[in-house]
């Protein structure tokens, strides 16, 4: 052990009466275990916040999109059939998007209705993977043979909206209708509700219906034309990168769009919040380096005689500013190890068990709060944690090394 460790050390361990400097010591620590603790629940619960909201988005939404310059497009079997030849293609499938009026005898909504192949919607978004959805294909079958009504799926909020329940009768109303002497009439047909879905989502859940994209042709005077494809990928991490290479491969007209442009805006605000909090509670740990910083000054006017000795002896500036920085840094890696060790404590309690319990109707996608603590969050909480603490011991330390021995030992 070097002499300048060996001091230190000394250093830490006060006597009685350093009582006062042994508090503030105590405290430093304490203050620094208080914000590492606070700073790794915090970005946590973030963290577990944005990766939840992207489960149930990419539960609900395809992995890309690819749509045509100019509107819908026929024969779009073709396009398909290229699309899953593309290396990192999972599946793909149609659909017709639009907005619509939907009337029920107790109520008006607008909606977006999406017209959906059953047989491979199920393959790409996991939400649309359910029997209510497998029961559409099979009525589709019987509605076609015979005169009975078409079905629609509604979202579990929109249902609520509109006051209806499974086998109620729904007005689906278009705008693209025909011409009539009298002027545009918006088309209009009855549908009847088969069931609902819940996604986690209330964007969704308020606003979306599904019908068969057969049925949906009919109604917007589309026969064998489609709005674009959806498509799943095995990354969705990487669906920038597939979705160029299609972009490249099918050409113009067409283009694409995935899941992370579609949702930028809400991606972009979730890292921001997450930046800001993580620059507010760096506060914390900066109070408790102002009291490391104090602890040191004081110890540095307490300890001027033993400071004029080591230098007499031949101790360098460098060394005695070793002492101090080692100290301070003793100080603050103590404290980030204990909130650390505190921090992730607390994320577990808060992971699996319901501590703090969500309002419904506030935080609709979750009841609780969900943490995921990363090892990189992590990394960068205790180095930024341990750079304050080192920046804090560097006046202190400078100004012992700054100590006149003649002077010191003189006035000492």
């Known amino acids: 052990m070097s002499f300048e460790h060996f001091i230190g050390g000394r250093y830490l361990r006060a006597k009685q009466k350093q009582t006062f400097i042994s508090l503030i010591t105590f405290l430093s620590i304490a203050g620094v275990t208080v914000g590492v603790m606070a700073l790794m629940v915090v970005i946590a619960v973030m963290t577990g916040f944005e990766s939840d909201l992207k489960a149930r988005i990419l539960k609900g939404q395809s992995h890309l999109l690819i749509m045509r310059h100019g509107g819908p497009f026929e024969n779009y079997q073709t396009v398909l059939d290229q699309v899953e030849t593309v290396e990192g293609v999972e599946a793909a499938t149609p659909f017709i998007y639009t907005q619509i009026m939907l009337r029920s005898a107790a109520n008006v909504s607008g909606a977006v209705l999406r017209g959906i192949d059953p047989d491979s919607a199920g393959r790409v978004i996991p939400n649309l993977d359910d029997s209510a959805f497998k029961h559409l294909a099979e009525t589709q079958e019987n509605t076609a043979a015979s005169s009975s009504e078409p079905e629609i799926i509604l979202g579990k909020e929109l249902a609520g909206s509109l006051g209806v329940t499974v086998g109620d009768p729904v007005y689906l109303i278009s705008p693209r209708g025909m011409m009539s002497p009298i002027g545009h009439i918006p088309a ?225």
């Not at 921001?272 to 506060?283: A, D």
């Open 188 to 412: 209009m047909k009855r549908f009847k509700v088969s069931g609902f879905f819940e996604s986690g989502m209330y964007e969704f859940d308020g606003s979306f219906a599904y019908i068969h994209i057969r049925d949906a042709q009919k109604i917007l005077r589309m026969p064998g034309a489609i709005t674009g494809l959806e498509v799943r990928v095995r990354d969705a991490y990487k669906a920038g990168k597939i979705s160029d290479k299609i972009r490249t491969h099918l050409g113009f007209p067409y283009w694409t769009r995935d899941w992370m442009q579609m949702n930028k805006n809400l991606f972009t605000a979730l890292k921001l919040e997450k930046t800001v909090m993580f620059v507010i509670l760096t506060l914390i740990v900066l109070v408790a380096a102002f009291n490391i910083a104090s602890s040191l000054i004081m110890m540095v006017m307490e300890k001027t005689r033993d400071i004029a000795i080591l230098k007499a002896m031949g101790a360098t500036n460098k060394s005695v500013r070793k002492i101090f920085i080692y100290k301070g840094m003793v100080i603050g890696a103590l404290g980030t190890v204990l909130g650390v060790i505190f921090g992730s404590v607390l994320c577990t309690l808060l992971k699996h068990y319901k501590i703090v319990e969500l309002t419904g109707d506030i935080y609709y996608f979750t009841s609780t709060l969900p943490v995921r603590l990363e090892v990189l969050d992590v990394v960068l909480i205790v180095s930024a944690t341990l750079l304050i603490c080192f920046l804090s011991t560097l006046y202190p330390a400078r100004q012992a090394a700054k100590l006149n021995p003649v002077e010191a030992i003189r006035y000492g």
